[in-house]
């Protein structure tokens, strides 16, 4: 019996967050549904579908497209030019390695306004690649307010994303599986093939869950490195809420964002788990 | 043969005649492009002009007018009371929190964790407009209370209890459900039983669960935004609000000292790591 009242007594320790979570984490949501299902009329609230009707609408099917293309390009540099940093670290014994793991570490503890705000101040029309063009007599370029300067700004700020879980997939292989490939005559690029580039997949597959997912909600990087007038579906969900004060739109896009967030972490994780069951074989 | 030797061989063909030198350029040219935006933006906050186009000559004006600045000086107390007082509660909330859902089975479980998962998977911008919107519409009916500092302190703990839950359950996982039983039947209360068994087991994951909930706070930008009132900022949202109105000098002083906070704080956490190590160690060798 005293095994039965512990365990009561454990789990009532949770009623403080539960209570909690429902108001702050449940309800909160909730409201967003419900706003998103409802339009005013004379101040008054109306079931009504026309805010998803209005997000289907080909100019937010444009800003939803866009989200979600310029993610996914910085999510593919960040593969191409991360993976690359991942395999040489975990490849070579550098003296110090722990120091270089650290160097790729800091820069995620900076600020991420101020890592963006960087980049303001070298692309500007008098910032330093300007300034330099200048210097060597040509003419100046416009590198700002431009789907480059967004894509660079999310692959400067989530590049340590992607790195770190490759690195830690590859650093935690198993050496004697490699070994055992070389002995029974694969060569290096079998080796890396189909056996180091499968194994690491996991971490690739956390890479792109921690890059994509914050480049395609953000708003800040398009809002600082893309103008005004770039719109991202983040810009739009915030234009929405603060400046034309419509939620109830805003409160569809974001339950549509909320969507898409899930049906992705739902994606990587069943292609998660296919590739652990075929890494094994 | 070791794991690095392994896949240096494993990996000829990928940069096949590449001599190390490659390598380690391609790694410098990767830090290069990491740190170069940083430490120009730390030699600017040293310029003496104010336009990035030319060198003014070395001050540290910027620094002076920064320690000057109140609206700066305010946004810096709020960021770090809001930082320890969110994860302190949270800490509470969470550490209870996970004992429980830990000792739940089944449908109770599985919900309990779902929502605890919410936060963290939810984008930052949906939990800061549903938590807005949860605010304006219960503040309307509390006459005097505004969104502000205490809105920002329960934004903050919601997002941050989720960290704290989810760094201790792997510790209660691995830990033997018997002690506590035991404890209970040797008279100890539930009270007892969870100050004096459980939490010296947990107390690593707890002190994760912390340290993760105050840099979530410290870095916080986008809840912060939609759930603060108007006169109540943060850093980042000083930053932001002086960002876009251009690059301002100050700005670079305030990266600056932010940066170095962060290395010399990164660096008394790495040393009091490698000292308790080397006590672990020694440890070792006396016991042997």
Same mark, same amino acid.
């Given at each position: 019996?005293?095994?039965?009242?512990?365990?009561?007594?454990?789990?009532?320790?949770?009623?403080?967050?539960?209570?909690?979570?429902?108001?702050?984490?449940?309800?909160?949501?909730?409201?967003?549904?419900?706003?998103?299902?409802?339009?005013?009329?004379?101040?008054?609230?109306?079931?009504?579908?026309?805010?998803?009707?209005?997000?289907?609408?080909?100019?937010?099917?444009?800003?939803?497209?866009?989200?979600?293309?310029?993610?996914?390009?910085?999510?593919?540099?960040?593969?191409?030019?991360g993976y690359p940093v991942a395999y040489i670290m975990a490849s070579k014994e550098y003296?110090?390695k722990?120091?270089?793991l650290?160097?790729?570490?800091?820069?995620?503890?900076?600020?991420?306004?101020?890592?963006?705000?960087?980049?303001?101040?070298?692309?500007?029309?008098?910032?330093?690649?300007?300034?330099?063009?200048?210097?060597?007599?040509?003419?100046?370029?416009?590198?700002?307010?431009?789907?480059?300067?967004?894509?660079?700004?999310?692959?400067?700020?989530?590049?340590?994303?992607m790195i770190l879980p490759i690195h830690t997939s590859l650093s935690k292989m198993d050496k004697s599986l490699i070994e055992a490939a070389e002995d029974l005559?694969a060569?290096s690029r079998q080796v890396f093939l189909r056996l180091v580039l499968p194994l690491s997949m996991p971490g690739v597959i956390s890479g792109?869950?921690?890059?994509?997912?914050?480049?395609?909600?953000?708003?800040?990087?398009?809002?600082?490195?893309?103008?005004?007038?770039?719109?991202?579906?983040?810009?739009?969900?915030?234009?929405?809420?603060?400046?034309?004060?419509?939620?109830?739109?805003?409160?569809?896009?974001?339950?549509?964002?909320?969507?898409?967030?899930?049906?992705?972490?739902?994606?990587?994780?069943?292609?998660d788990?296919?590739s652990d069951e075929g890494a094994l074989f | 043969m070791s794991l690095a030797n392994a896949l240096k061989k494993a990996g000829r063909f990928l940069l096949?005649?590449?001599?190390?030198?490659?390598?380690?350029?391609?790694?410098?040219?990767?830090?290069? &492009?990491?740190?170069?935006?940083?430490?120009?933006?730390?030699?600017?906050?040293?310029?003496?002009?104010?336009?990035?186009?030319?060198?003014?000559?070395?001050?540290?004006?910027?620094?002076?007018?920064?320690?000057?600045?109140?609206?700066?000086?305010?946004?810096?107390?709020?960021?770090?009371?809001?930082?320890?007082?969110?994860?302190?509660?949270?800490?509470?909330?969470?550490?209870?929190?996970?004992?429980?859902?830990?000792?739940?089975?089944?449908?109770?479980?599985?919900?309990?964790?779902?929502?605890?998962?919410?936060?963290?998977?939810?984008?930052?911008?949906?939990?800061?407009?549903?938590?807005?919107?949860? &605010?304006?519409?219960?503040?309307?009916?509390?006459?005097?209370?505004?969104?502000?500092?205490?809105?920002?302190?329960?934004?903050?703990?919601?997002?941050?209890?989720?960290?704290?839950?989810?760094?201790?359950?792997?510790?209660?996982?691995?830990?033997?459900?018997?002690?506590?039983?035991?404890?209970?039947?040797?008279?100890?209360?539930?009270?007892?039983?969870?100050?004096?068994?459980?939490?010296?087991?947990?107390?690593?994951?707890? &002190?994760?669960?912390?340290?993760?909930?105050?840099?979530?706070?410290?870095?916080?930008?986008?809840?912060?935004?939609?759930?603060?009132?108007?006169?109540?900022?943060?850093?980042?949202?000083?930053?932001?609000?002086?960002?876009?109105?251009?690059?301002?000098?100050?700005?670079?002083?305030?990266?600056?000292?932010?940066?170095?906070?962060?290395?010399?704080?990164?660096?008394?956490?790495?040393?009091?790591?490698?000292?308790?190590?080397?006590?672990?160690?020694?440890?070792?060798?006396?016991?042997?």
């Amino acid at each position: 019996m005293a095994g039965k009242d512990s365990v009561l007594a454990r789990k009532r320790m949770a009623i403080p967050f539960l209570a909690w979570a429902f108001i702050f984490i449940v309800v909160p949501i909730a409201l967003v549904v419900y706003y998103s299902l409802c339009i005013e009329v004379d101040g008054v609230m109306v079931f009504s579908l026309a805010n998803y009707a209005r997000a289907f609408e080909p100019i937010y099917l444009k800003v939803l497209w866009r989200s979600v293309r310029l993610a996914l390009a910085s999510t593919a540099a960040c593969i191409i030019v991360g993976y690359p940093v991942a395999y040489i670290m975990a490849s070579k014994e550098y003296a110090q390695k722990n120091l270089l793991l650290f160097l790729f570490l800091v820069p995620m503890w900076m600020n991420f306004l101020l890592r963006t705000y960087s980049w303001l101040t070298i692309l500007e029309n008098n910032g330093l690649i300007n300034t330099f063009l200048a210097f060597i007599g040509l003419p100046k370029m416009s590198l700002l307010y431009n789907s480059q300067a967004v894509i660079l700004g999310m692959v400067y700020n989530f590049l340590p994303f992607m790195i770190l879980p490759i690195h830690t997939s590859l650093s935690k292989m198993d050496k004697s599986l490699i070994e055992a490939a070389e002995d029974l005559g694969a060569d290096s690029r079998q080796v890396f093939l189909r056996l180091v580039l499968p194994l690491s997949m996991p971490g690739v597959i956390s890479g792109i869950t921690m890059v994509f997912l914050p480049a395609v909600t953000t708003f800040i990087i398009s809002d600082l490195l893309g103008g005004a007038q770039f719109m991202l579906i983040g810009n739009l969900i915030e234009q929405q809420f603060l400046k034309v004060s419509n939620w109830n739109f805003g409160a569809a896009v974001s339950v549509i964002l909320m969507i898409l967030i899930i049906a992705s972490v739902g994606i990587f994780s069943i292609v998660d788990k296919d590739s652990d069951e075929g890494a094994l074989f | 043969m070791s794991l690095a030797n392994a896949l240096k061989k494993a990996g000829r063909f990928l940069l096949a005649g590449l001599p190390t030198t490659a390598k380690k350029t391609y790694l410098a040219l990767i830090l290069i &492009f990491m740190y170069a935006p940083i430490i120009i933006l730390i030699v600017f906050s040293f310029n003496a002009s104010k336009s990035r186009a030319n060198w003014g000559g070395f001050t540290l004006s910027w620094y002076v007018e920064l320690a000057k600045d109140p609206t700066i000086l305010k946004a810096l107390y709020n960021t770090l009371t809001i930082a320890a007082l969110s994860s302190a509660i949270a800490v509470v909330i969470g550490t209870t929190a996970a004992v429980g859902i830990d000792a739940m089975r089944g449908f109770m479980k599985k919900a309990a964790l779902a929502i605890t998962n919410i936060p963290v998977i939810n984008p930052d911008i949906v939990t800061g407009v549903s938590l807005m919107v949860l &605010f304006i519409y219960v503040l309307k009916f509390i006459p005097g209370l505004k969104l502000g500092y205490f809105t920002l302190l329960l934004s903050h703990v919601a997002f941050n209890t989720s960290y704290v839950i989810l760094s201790v359950m792997p510790r209660l996982r691995r830990m033997d459900p018997n002690l506590y039983e035991a404890a209970l039947d040797l008279g100890a209360s539930p009270a007892q039983g969870f100050l004096k068994v459980i939490l010296p087991e947990i107390a690593p994951g707890v &002190f994760t669960g912390a340290m993760l909930a105050f840099t979530m706070s410290l870095d916080d930008f986008v809840v912060s935004f939609f759930t603060t009132g108007s006169g109540v900022s943060n850093l980042s949202i000083l930053i932001y609000s002086m960002a876009r109105r251009g690059v301002n000098p100050k700005i670079n002083a305030l990266s600056a000292i932010m940066f170095m906070a962060v290395l010399i704080l990164l660096y008394l956490v790495n040393l009091s790591d490698s000292s308790k190590a080397k006590k672990a160690r020694e440890m070792g060798i006396r016991n042997s």
